[in-house]
């Protein structure tokens, strides 16, 4: 089956850094990847979709120059968080649509946890 | 707008009872339908999903169907087993042209006791 790749799975970060987290698909080329943010005990929020070549799209709220969207390659998007800070701590998931076939769903990523101290 | 209505948890039961948990949604035009789960730890994995009116989705045990005419689409299991525990997720994808976006309910936390 489809297999998508979150990298690293949890990170601890001083507040005032920034810290980026890669997604893969590792078997499927995606055209089109989703970050979702999960806060304890929430429901995932989606934050952005991303098409490769193209900039990010990203939902109402979510701060576009904060929240850095790179889509490169059609395996590859990386989320990075520029200068985070406590409430940024959360669990962020990826997902992948495949783009030649139409699978009909998204493909979810592991997760990445992300404490900011 | 498109919107999940899912039923609140916590889920306690003990194995071998009977599982439902509710879901009804709110989509412009007919929404393919999805649970997902999220076993602790874990990422989202999809455990079945329905793309029309009346079909049934099933998966490991777990069966769904797409009712149209109370825009339903309630998760079941007959008889459940402690590895079940995970958080349940319904999920309406809307029709339409590109990507799809998912819109996910609050998630329904299951724990079952032996």
């Known amino acids: 089956g489809a297999v998508v790749s979150q990298h690293p799975s949890w990170v601890i970060c001083k507040s005032g850094t920034s810290v980026k987290i890669e997604c893969r698909s590792l078997?499927?080329?995606?055209?089109?990847m989703f970050w979702y943010r999960q806060f304890p005990k929430q429901s995932l929020m989606l934050m952005a979709t991303?098409?490769?070549?193209?900039?990010?799209?990203?939902e109402q709220g979510v701060e576009k120059d904060k929240f850095l969207i790179n889509h490169a390659s059609l395996t590859l998007s990386t989320l990075t968080v520029t200068s985070a800070h406590p409430e940024d701590s959360s669990f962020y998931i990826c997902?992948?649509?495949?783009?030649?076939?139409?699978?009909?769903?998204?493909?979810f990523g592991p997760g990445t946890r992300l404490t900011v101290l | 707008g498109n919107s999940v209505t899912q039923m609140e948890g916590p889920v306690t039961l003990s194995e071998e009872a009977f599982l439902t948990i509710n879901c009804t949604y709110t989509?412009?035009?007919?929404?393919?339908l999805f649970w997902y789960v999220q076993y602790p730890g874990e990422g989202l994995q999809l455990l079945l999903k329905?793309?029309?009116?009346?079909d049934k989705g099933s998966n490991k045990g777990f069966e769904a169907t797409y009712r149209k005419e109370t825009t339903s689409f309630h998760l079941e299991k007959g008889s459940v087993q402690v590895s079940d525990s995970a958080v349940y997720f319904c999920?309406?994808?809307?029709?339409?042209?590109?990507?799809?976006?998912?819109?996910f309910g609050k998630g329904t936390k299951l724990s079952v006791i032996p």
């Open positions: 989509a412009t035009g007919y929404p393919s």
């Open positions: 997902s992948a649509e495949p783009g030649l076939i139409q699978y009909n769903e998204q493909f």
């Open positions: 329905a793309t029309k009116a009346d």
């Open positions: 078997d499927f080329q995606a055209t089109t």
């Open positions: 991303s098409n490769e070549g193209s900039k990010a799209t990203y």
């Open positions: 999920a309406p994808d809307p029709p339409g042209a590109g990507s799809y976006q998912l819109t």
